[in-house]
């Protein structure tokens, strides 16, 4: 009867893939009924957007919206104006309450969560009409950033501060009222801002925008910085050099439905953008 009696099989797992073992045979098999294991085969996106729906009165702003972000993927969204991307940072935020439809950071469900404290998650914004206190400076603005994003005392965040100022161009300005800034240096004080609070997603709405190509240059090498340092970003932007320089992919947003996605180059190509762009229709 022993020698009726197989061996068990033995198994290892070895990122998500199961390899089963009995004497000389082996069957490695990435599928198993494991929610840990299938997990770890596809990974998760660090934000998702899934199946959003938002309405202004009559003004449709989104309409079934899939948008997922990799970890440490960069991200460009372009579209005309009034096309939604500015309300779909804002759904992410939690500024704005979608119709229908859930926001998921690293797979948690955030919809239902308060601005701030997906802040604290790590999901940090700049707005396209920059939002300083006015009456702080520019070092204070920062600070109370960092401070409430980081959960740190004041005095612990000083040092990081003068650094992220420094970095956006701003160190100069540092003691000037964030109400007296142009609307450039307005600008990057929304990125210093939201660099401060540490973030592990970063959603920029047109950041470039009035900035000289120097500017813009030393813009992008930022960006690309904070995206190296394992930042995820997606970033709206109508200047579209500059984003080609830094995304991984380019979405196009039109009267609130992506109708394009891929790898920027080909998009910008692409017929639909020569249509909503140009006025050439796709099939002429
Ligand atoms: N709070 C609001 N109330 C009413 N309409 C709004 C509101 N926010 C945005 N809209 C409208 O929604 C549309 C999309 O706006 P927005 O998301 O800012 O577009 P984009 O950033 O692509 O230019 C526009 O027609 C805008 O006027
Ligand atoms: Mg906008």
Redesign the pocket.
Same mark, same amino acid.
């Given at each position: 009867m022993a020698a009726c009696q197989a061996a068990p099989w033995a198994f290892s797992k070895d990122e998500g893939r199961v390899t089963f073992r009995r004497g000389k045979h082996s069957v490695t098999t990435n599928f198993m009924r494991d929610p840990d294991t299938q997990a770890a085969a596809q990974p998760m996106p660090i934000l998702a957007l899934e199946k959003i729906c938002k309405r202004?009165?009559a *003004?449709i *702003?989104a309409q079934d919206i899939d948008l997922a972000l990799d970890e440490g993927e960069a991200l460009g969204i372009i #579209?005309?104006? #009034?096309?939604?991307? +500015? +309300?779909?940072f804002?759904i992410a935020t939690g500024t *704005?309450a979608p119709d229908a439809g859930r926001v998921l950071l690293n797979g948690i469900d955030i919809t239902r969560l308060s601005p701030d404290r997906r802040c604290r998650l790590g999901l940090a914004r700049s707005f396209?009409i920059p939002q300083p206190f006015g009456g702080m400076t520019v070092f204070e603005n920062t600070v109370v950033a960092a401070a409430f994003g980081q959960d740190k005392r004041e005095r612990d965040v000083y040092a990081g501060c003068i650094d992220i100022l420094d970095r956006c161009g701003l160190a100069a300005q540092a003691n000037r009222l964030a109400g007296s800034l142009t609307l450039i240096d307005r600008k990057r004080l929304e990125l210093a801002r939201a660099l401060a609070t540490k973030p592990r997603v970063l959603l920029l709405?047109e950041v470039a925008g009035g900035l000289t190509e120097r500017e813009c240059a030393s813009l992008v090498a930022l960006i690309k910085d904070v995206r190296a340092s394992g930042v995820s970003i997606i970033w709206?932007e109508h200047i579209v050099h500059a984003l080609v320089a830094v995304v991984d992919r380019l979405a196009v947003?039109h009267a609130g439905a992506i109708i394009a996605s891929g790898e920027p180059n080909a998009v910008i190509r692409s017929p639909q953008v020569a249509e909503i762009y140009l006025g050439i229709a796709a099939d002429a």
């Open positions: 202004f009165g *003004v *702003v #579209g005309p104006n #009034g096309a939604g991307k +500015t +309300t779909l804002g *704005v396209q709405d709206i947003l």
